[in-house]
């Protein structure tokens, strides 16, 4: 297929994951739900002492933010797995790296992008130091499409077995640290007026090499799991 | 057109067939037969190149097929053992999103598509509340699109009453008969006329 085809696949594949989500309107809140209810859960838990909180809330809230994609990953492959329409993607003439990139970027804009949105106000909750809000949501901008673009290897090599979850985690939570550390290390170098470009140039580093690799590796994952 | 040429294939460790060999000309549909389980959806899967065989070759117009071949993958239309069909969706999403992987379809003509198969009144309603059969139908309709020249066809009959069955093998007649090649698996007799069928038997 040539140039345009292969886009017009590319659109109405993203549209079509997009009108799923939306018509699984429970699922599609699941993640969000998570995010906040951690956020909410854990001043009352440990202390509502603003200067505690402001020292950890960063990596509470990436580790939030982690988790709540990581549990959402599994609808990537799974229902088009079992319902056959992933042997048509697989059968398509278009390159199956742009089809899988258009089910992870809706992935991401169905997942990632909430957790995004609903961050400053949990932020503010959090007593995140004001300096660091803003670098707080920058590396979360940055670093939840990593997430989406990982997992996606995760599922693709899982979506075959049928208790894939724990596997799936065990695959996955170790290619999410590094994003992880460079990502709540950045918040805390803010709040503490330190130079932060090396570790969000890092995280754009991350990106690129995920938008570039994860989409070719998942593709060939996909294929092995479909066999 | 396709060939097939001392294709073999174990599931786990069991053989499920070997030293098969055998080829479709343009204008001759090939059914399957055999007894369940004994390699049919298998042996389909291999010659889209969705699963791979132990050990053989398949070409297609004289050429030995690569896997995820583009300029195959564009001529092949395919109806497995599952649908392919999104239960949230409705009959013309299911079918716009399945035609865009091919190509670019007027919404006129997946119209007409769904009509063909007698689905006319259920072209918006979400494809939960249709039955198996109507649901095989919108999987089937992708067949009066495009212009693929083989067909892949997984048990096309299966949950079908006997008026869709008549379409489908009317369909599948004018796309011989226009110069299209396709293999089918199915139990019962295909009812295409001797001239332009034949059939292998798999053991189990």
Same mark, same amino acid.
């Not at chain 2, 299911?94 to 003509?109: C, D, F, P, T």
């Given at each position: ?5 292969? /886009? ?43 200067? @505690? *909180?402001? @020292?950890?809330?960063? #990596? ?5 933010? +982690?988790?709540?994609?990581? +549990? ?23 390159? @199956? ?40 949501? %920058?590396?979360?901008? %940055? ?10 290897? #995760?599922?693709?090599? @899982?979506? /075959?077995?049928?208790? /894939? ?7 996955? *939570? ?18 503490? /007026? ?34 | ?8 294939? &174990? ?5 499920? &067939? ?23 959806? !298998?042996?389909? $899967? ?88 109507? $649901? ?7 067949? !009066?699109?495009?212009?693929? $020249? ?6 096309? &009959? !299966? ?36 001239? $332009? ?5 798999? !053991?189990?």
């Amino acid at each position: 297929m040539n140039g345009p085809g292969a /886009g017009y696949a590319f659109v109405r594949l993203l549209e079509r994951d997009l009108v799923l989500a939306v018509r699984n309107r429970g699922e599609l809140a699941n993640p969000l739900l998570f995010y906040v209810i951690v956020a909410t859960l854990f001043p009352l838990g440990v202390t509502s002492d603003p200067k @505690t *909180l402001a @020292t950890m809330a960063a #990596g509470v809230l990436w580790i939030a933010a +982690l988790l709540a994609t990581l +549990l959402s990953l599994d609808n990537l492959f799974r229902s088009d797995f079992d319902d056959g329409t992933l042997e048509l993607m697989m059968l398509s003439p278009c390159p @199956t790296t742009l089809l899988v990139l258009a089910k992870v970027l809706a992935h991401w804009l169905v997942t990632g992008l909430p957790l995004l949105v609903a961050t400053p106000l949990l932020a503010v909750l959090m007593a995140v130091p004001e300096a660091a809000r803003w670098t707080l949501w %920058l590396t979360l901008l %940055l670093g939840t499409p990593v997430l989406s673009l990982v997992g996606g290897i #995760g599922v693709a090599l @899982t979506v /075959g077995l049928r208790r /894939g979850g724990a596997l799936l985690s065990l695959l996955v *939570l170790p290619l999410y640290v590094p994003v992880l550390i460079f990502g709540a290390n950045a918040v805390g170098a803010t709040a503490a /007026g330190l130079p932060v470009t090396g570790q969000l140039l890092m995280l754009c580093a991350f990106l690129v090499l995920a938008l570039s690799l994860a989409p070719v590796a998942t593709a060939a994952a996909l294929r092995i799991s479909i066999d | 057109m396709l060939s097939a040429a001392e294709l073999a294939c &174990f599931r786990g460790d069991r053989l499920l &067939f070997q030293a098969l060999s055998f080829a479709v000309n343009a204008g001759q549909a090939l059914q399957i037969r055999g007894p369940n389980g004994c390699g049919k959806t !298998t042996l389909l $899967r291999i010659l889209c190149g969705l699963t791979l065989p132990e050990s053989g070759e398949i070409r297609w117009c004289g050429r030995a097929l690569r896997a995820g071949d583009p300029d195959f993958l564009r001529e092949l239309r395919y109806v497995g053992h599952s649908d392919g069909v999104k239960l949230v969706l409705t009959p013309r999403e299911n079918l716009r999103i399945a035609m865009a992987l091919h190509s670019v379809v007027e919404e006129a003509q997946l119209e007409s598509a769904l009509e063909r198969l007698g689905l006319g009144q259920f072209m918006d309603v979400p494809c939960r509340t249709l039955s198996a059969g109507q $649901r095989r139908r919108v999987a089937l309709a992708r067949l !009066t699109l495009g212009s693929g $020249r083989l067909w892949l066809l997984d048990e096309p &009959f !299966t949950a079908l009453d006997r008026d869709a069955s008549d379409t489908v093998r009317a369909l599948i007649e004018t796309h011989l008969a226009a110069g299209g090649c396709a293999v089918l698996t199915s139990h019962q007799p295909i009812g295409i006329d001797a001239g $332009r069928s034949a059939s292998i038997e798999l !053991t189990s």
